[in-house]
């Protein structure tokens, strides 16, 4: 030992040392390994999807990325469906959620073992998920034991799908500000209004609905939450075309439409309160790999041939997909710490809202550079072999979307800046003035 | 799995930070920064004392035998203090490249003293401009003789041995290159201190004329066992630019809140709150690459040369950008040699150059993921 090793003998002896060297202290170092009821875990679940997943369409589920799904021979609501009961069946849907409401009362780390063996197959669960990542928890949250019973366990087994009617087009990352108006008649409320961007209303049952029931107080003190059957009279579904060509949105009008009271998720006036709770469920939800668009840029450039030779000799191309490569590593890193947190119990952390607002840029940049190497072709939207069938140029068109939707990038910011590094939250001018008061054209 | 550090690291770590904060203030930085020491001598000797220079050699050669897990907890805190001591060049280079290659002679010389802080250690590798590369390598070793100049050398001018990497064959490959072993106290060598982008961590001009060296490793290995101290140091420098990147930040953000303007804290701006924000998911994703290298790291995993090259670009790129970033949310006050901001400016962009610059990892981690993708 050092000469000078009074400190050093004091200090290591004291705790550091003795614990490091110990089964336990080796044992607790990094590792990618399950604990053993981890790894038993994952070896049911693996057989149970080995032995029930739809392997016809698994090549094709393979291919599909960027979150859009298109099947050449199906709806995907209906094998979406057929995958989601079966799974209900098996003790595999929202298994994190109690049994009595559908679920397996798993941990949040076998949940994510489960993501990560259901693989591919997870992509055909994406009709269900707005309804287990934020209206099945909300209605766990606030509902009546009646509605937890007739609604979670057929929400769960995808029988019944749920939709989140939250924007509004005067409302978008100013969603308090909403119109949608809720007025009580007896037993009964009646909503007039309109929201929009509301994925998957046409084919929902369901709708979280949160509306204006107090016009005289300030914005965020006059709202309520309620759920209501998307089949009621008076409820009317629009699709959006997008800028992108595609219609996965819709907008949906209500005219005198009639919610019981019994469908009123928490108290009159506090549905923002509620609604905190909808979106805090919505990050929750971790495990959903966010696209990059990395590894198709990867394997484009391994196999595009520019005037003097591969691109990925090119050092500007090289220079580019490694720091690409490099953010898109970081973020899959990033949700390992998360899923470390999941695992020894803890909550995970908020470093995890950064998987869009880092991905969403990424996205649209790649598109970008990707077009550029393609010179003069890049500019074809067909299935042309100079752009490998359009698909960067489906990704430009798509990437703004990923940069608005779910929080724009300057809500993540302010969320980072606020909620992380105790910055303080914005001027709001409209704080204290009731609502019907707050000014609503700009001049 | 666990992805994180364990509890006795995490404490570990405390125990690094609350010696640093009273050990290694920002006024005590500056004593070097001002050109007062050529480093600080009685930090080094504490960092000893605290068996901090030798966390993961093992304790047959004088160290506290822990792992590389716990030199990065440590790492992470000597780049947050911004330590003015040659950690960097005797912990991850010299005794990297020992433990990797050397004999056990020479462990048994060199090893124990970096652990007591008795001797401090660098690598010679850089010939002037240019990369990490085997043909920038022109001097010379003939039967154990060196000749040729090595520039820039870290902490050259205070350091008591160096690992030196020369041509020992001309057939244009990489076995051209053999390490050697350099007692720079002894004769045929010549040292001269050069300015730098970061004063608190010098460099040297080394020159070496007829000088006697020994082998480190196996000759014409030198190419491969210095691709190996790159990797390790790379996850080591990341640590200390993930620890820098985040007191950067911590520095933008404190100021953000106390400073008013437009009778508002300038931190209610959105302007400033994005910029720091986007400082923050840098940082994020530098602290996330860099836990991946630490576990290819301490497991010597097959992953270590690609997680390394992530962590390295990661961290680079984040240090730089909060380091930046931080003056520009001081404003003028920034800008100011009384502010810290510029000191942790000049040791991101002297960092970012230490190992190979940014191009060149990145070009690294390409090769990597095309290895990977074709086996």
Known sequence: MPTNSVENERWWARFALPTLRTEQGLRSAMNFDDTPQEAAFRETARKWVEAHAPKELEAELSKSSLGRIRLAQHDIVDVGKAWQKKKAEGGWACLHWPREYGGRGATPIERVIWQQEEGVYGKLTQPFQIGEGMCGPTVMAFGTEDAKRRYLPKLASGEEIWCQLFSEPSAGS??????????????????????????????????????????????????????????SPGVEVRPIKQANGMQEFNEVYFTDVVIPDTQRLGAVGEGWSVSLTTLMNERMSIGSRLATGVPEMFEFCSN??????????????????????????????????????????????????????????????????????????GVLTGSDEETVQGQFQQMLLSSPSMRIAGGTDEILRNIIAERVLGLPGDIRVDKDVPYNKIPTKGR | MNFDFSDDQKQLRDQARKFLA??????????????????????????????FLG???????GGAGAGHLELCVIA???????????????????????????????????????????AIGTLALFEGKGNPSPKTIKLTATNGVLNGVKKPVADGAIAD??????????????????????????????????TNLDPTRGQAEITFKDCKAEPLGAAGEGWSILTQVLDRAAVLC???QVGGSDRALEMGRDYALDRIAFGR??????????????????????????????????????????????ARISATQAFQHCAKNNIQVHGGMGFTWEFDCHMYYRRANAMALGLGSLSYWEDRLIDRMRKKNAA
């Not at chain 1, 108006?181 to 509301?198: F, L």
């Not at chain 1, 490569?325 to 973020?331: D, I």
């Not at chain 2, 930085?29 to 050529?38: F, H």
């Not at chain 2, 966390?55 to 050669?61: D, G, K, L, R, T």
Request: proline share 4%; charged share 20%; hydrophobic share 45%.
């Open chain 1, 304 to 377: 595009l041939m520019l005037e003097d030779g591969l691109a990925i000799d090119d050092p500007a191309v090289r220079s580019k997909l490694a720091s690409w490569a490099a953010k898109s590593n970081g973020l899959k890193y990033t949700s390992y710490r998360t899923i470390s947190a999941l695992s020894k119990g803890e909550r995970p952390g908020p470093e995890n809202s950064i998987g869009k607002l880092v991905s969403g840029m990424m996205l649209q940049d790649i598109a970008t550079y990707a077009m550029d190497l393609q010179g003069a072709a």
């Open chain 2, 265 to 310: 804290q300038i931190g209610s701006f959105q302007a400033v709150k994005h910029m720091l924000a986007d400082m923050y998911v840098s940082a994020t994703l530098a602290r996330s690459n860099s836990y991946y290298g630490a576990w290819a790291l301490s497991t010597n995993a097959a992953e270590l040369p690609e997680a390394a090259a992530a």
């Open chain 2, 22 to 51: 009273e050990k290694c203030s920002p006024k005590a930085v500056r004593v070097v920064l001002d050109g007062k020491a050529p480093y600080d001598k009685e930090l080094w000797k504490g960092l000893a004392g605290m068996g």
């Open chain 2, 55 to 61: 966390v993961a050699i093992p304790e047959e050669f």
């Open chain 2, 238 to 240: 990341a640590f200390e």
């Open chain 1, 174 to 231: 100013d969603v308090a500000g909403l119109r949608t108006r809720a007025e009580k008649k007896g037993d009964n409320w009646v909503v007039n209004g309109q929201k929009i961007w509301t994925s998957g209303a046409h084919y929902s049952d369901y709708g979280l609905l949160i509306a204006r029931t107090d016009p005289n107080v300030p914005k965020h003190k006059g709202l309520t939450m309620f759920f209501l059957d998307m089949k």
């Open chain 2, 76 to 118: 992470e805190e000597m780049g947050r203090a911004n330590a003015p001591v040659p950690f960097s060049s005797t912990v991850y280079l010299a005794a990297e490249a020992l433990l990797i290659a050397g004999s056990d002679a020479q462990k048994k010389k060199w090893l124990p003293a970096i652990a007591s802080g008795e």
């Open chain 2, 161 to 194: 041995f160096a690992v030196v990497a020369a041509r020992t064959g001309s057939s244009g490959r990489e076995s051209d290159v053999s390490l050697f072993l350099v007692d720079l106290k002894a004769g045929g060598v010549e040292v001269k201190s050069l």
